[in-house]
């Protein structure tokens, strides 16, 4: 293990070649990743992704960076082109097509053993304080919907739980409410069990604008959007419409939503009839075999 900030995490970046990352390089080198810090420019730079692009307006256009990624890992041909090459202003030969590391284990996952459902929404940054956030539509919509009395009853009568897995930030207020909430929804704190392990584990998914949807679609299981704030979420934007990558069931309303969890537990999760293949162009449980390839044949170039 090696502990951020260490004597030898700076051993090991000062030696490093290559850099691979989920996110910016802030976030794992132990020094400032920008040209003139100890030769952060002569390292070939690999961006591996935390989810499939072409939502939100993300922060990773290349002419933002003082020193852009030299790689730009993609699940796909759609988002390279659409989305990194045309929208972010990468070169072709910038972006791999090669499925996201973090599907791999994804797709040797066992068929879950209940039907439980997936209560996973995103965060919204303008909820910055407590007491904004304690006001906000969002703490309410998702409040009411925990405490649902449809809800509750369908869930005794299919014998199914809701895990509830809030965003880390909103964790702390979630928990206060969970505390009156019937005894079929089950709130899961943050380092209890990791996002894999919850996505593998359940048998639907509710989630908003989440990235974890892809890799839910990926194992060929059901997602249901809840879509109450749609143009305040997306007020800078958005890399491609709604319809391209969000497949699937979009609740505006708590009786929508509840109706569209009601037709899955009915049909036993069997209506699950998305076209998934414009998203991923790779189902085989090999990306990170193809990401090596990509980034070698890049260092012989």
Not at 133 to 156: A, G, H
Not at 276 to 299: H, M, Q, W
Request: overall charge negative; aromatic content about 14%.
């Amino acid at each position: 293990m090696l502990v951020f900030g260490s004597k030898a995490h700076f051993d090991i970046a000062f030696q490093a070649k290559v850099l691979l990352c989920t996110h910016d390089m802030d976030y794992m080198l132990p020094y400032k990743a920008a040209k003139g810090f100890f030769h952060y420019e002569d390292t070939f730079k690999v961006f591996l992704q935390h989810g499939v692009i072409g939502r939100k307006n993300v922060e990773y256009h290349k002419s933002d960076y003082e020193v852009p990624f030299d790689l730009f890992i993609v699940s796909s041909e759609s988002e390279k082109q659409l989305v990194v090459v045309d929208k972010l202003g990468y070169a072709e030969e910038e972006v791999a097509v090669t499925g996201l590391a973090r599907f791999d284990n994804l797709l040797s996952a066992k068929k879950p053993e209940t039907n439980d459902i997936l209560l996973m929404p995103t965060w919204r940054d303008w909820t910055n304080t407590d007491q904004r956030f304690l006001e906000s539509e969002y703490f309410r919509r998702y409040t009411d919907l925990i405490n649902d009395e449809r809800l509750m009853e369908m869930l005794e009568q299919y014998q199914v739980n809701l895990t509830f897995y809030p965003h880390y930030r909103a964790q702390k207020y979630f928990q206060q409410s969970l505390q009156r909430t019937n005894q079929r929804v089950q709130f899961i704190e943050q380092g209890e069990k990791t996002v894999q392990e919850l996505l593998i584990a359940h048998s639907l998914l509710i989630t908003d604008y989440s990235s974890v949807s892809f890799d839910f679609m990926l194992m060929n299981k059901p997602v249901i959007y809840y879509h109450f704030d749609t143009d305040r979420f997306f007020k800078r934007g958005m890399l491609r419409p709604i319809n391209d990558t969000f497949l699937g069931p979009i609740a505006h309303t708590q009786t929508e939503l509840v109706q569209f969890i009601a037709d899955n537990l009915q049909n036993q999760f069997a209506n699950n009839q998305v076209d998934t293949s414009p998203l991923f162009a790779y189902r085989d449980g090999r990306n990170c075999k193809r990401i090596y390839e990509a980034v070698t044949r890049r260092l012989q170039a």
